[in-house]
């Protein structure tokens, strides 16, 4: 059983790259500002390699990736914790679910959901609920995904950067997948048993995930998990309006001075010219007694030139 009643005093941030590729400048930004915000709070900051989904993974990239948060000077507390590694959790997670009588198996295809949704007039890609009452006894192994049924309930919450956030889970997302039909726990449940197991606090992470917070925090409740605060950071997109991970191309990060301060500002912080640190220690230490998070950019997206 998950122990539910931690005390929880102290600010414990995190940054929890994916290792489906190096490391690139919009993920240093999610990087340098969970780092910065714990820090600057006198908190904790842990590092998280979500592999949970393996078939993503591409070898070496975790090392990549950490090798390169060192040479940028990050400095992380406790071992690196890796999803893969905590299965257990996210099943224990799921039976929890499960005996609330809110799951399902849901055996459609996404062609089948999309014609439905149509069909149907919902909002592209909600998913219309179609398998809540099939009987769930009879449907072989592995051709069906979990989902989670959601309530006409709306969920909101006071982002530290981009304010108020609300949304009613049945009519803006629908009953959603906690465990795929490839046998994969999905992102939302995993990332939820994370949090909680490292007695995460504050949330510090790209705009992209701002919509994925009313599930989760939607799971928190079911599961009776206590609720981080959120802070999303704008998204570093090209002119073209491409995010910079989705970018083959996009400039990956080696840690040098320079990034270091276009990254700080970027986030809306006043810093002095990369000339005027003696070094990256120099750099660091500015940035985390001056770290501002009411001046980061209250945008979903910032044009940054590469
Ligand atoms: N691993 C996720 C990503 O790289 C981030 C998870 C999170 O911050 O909640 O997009
Ligand atoms: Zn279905």
Excluded at 149 to 177: C, M, R, T, W
Excluded at 195 to 221: A, N
Excluded at 255 to 270: D, I, S
Aim: charged share 25%.
């Amino acid at each position: 059983m998950i122990k539910t009643n931690f005390k929880r005093k102290k600010y414990r941030g995190r940054f929890a790259p994916s290792p489906s590729g190096e490391l690139h400048f919009g993920s240093l930004l999610a990087a340098m500002a969970s780092y910065t915000d714990a820090r600057h709070n006198k908190g904790d900051w842990l590092l998280r390699i979500d592999d949970i989904d393996q078939a993503r993974v591409i070898n070496n990239s975790d090392k990549h990736i950490l090798s390169t948060l060192e040479h940028c000077g990050f400095e992380w507390d406790e071992s690196i914790t890796y999803q893969s590694q905590y299965l257990e959790h996210y099943q224990e997670a799921l039976e929890r679910l499960n005996q609330t009588e809110l799951t399902y198996p849901c055996t459609c295809s996404r062609k089948q959901i999309k014609e439905m949704s149509e069909n149907m007039d919902i909002k592209n890609g909600i998913y219309p609920g179609t398998c809540r009452n099939k009987n769930k006894h009879n449907i072989p192994k592995n051709t069906y995904a979990i989902r989670l049924k959601v309530p006409v309930e709306q969920f909101s919450f006071n982002d530290h950067i981009q304010g108020d956030y609300s949304q009613n889970l049945a009519q803006d997302v629908g009953d959603f997948v906690v465990y795929r039909r490839d046998n994969v726990f999905s992102y939302q449940l995993s990332v939820v048993v994370d949090d909680f197991q490292s007695k995460i606090s504050h949330i510090v992470r790209g705009y992209d995930l701002l919509d994925s917070t009313p599930k989760q925090m939607y799971l928190q409740q079911l599961l009776d998990y206590p609720k981080p605060q959120y802070a999303h950071i704008p998204l570093a997109v090209t002119q073209d309006n491409l995010k910079l991970s989705k970018l083959s191309h996009a400039k990956k990060v080696t840690g040098n001075l320079e990034t270091l301060v276009l990254a700080a500002q970027f986030l809306g912080q006043k810093v002095p010219d990369s000339k005027d640190f003696d070094n990256k220690d120099d750099f660091w230490q500015y940035l985390v007694t001056y770290w501002d998070i009411n001046k980061v950019p209250r945008m979903e997206k910032q044009i940054i030139m590469v």
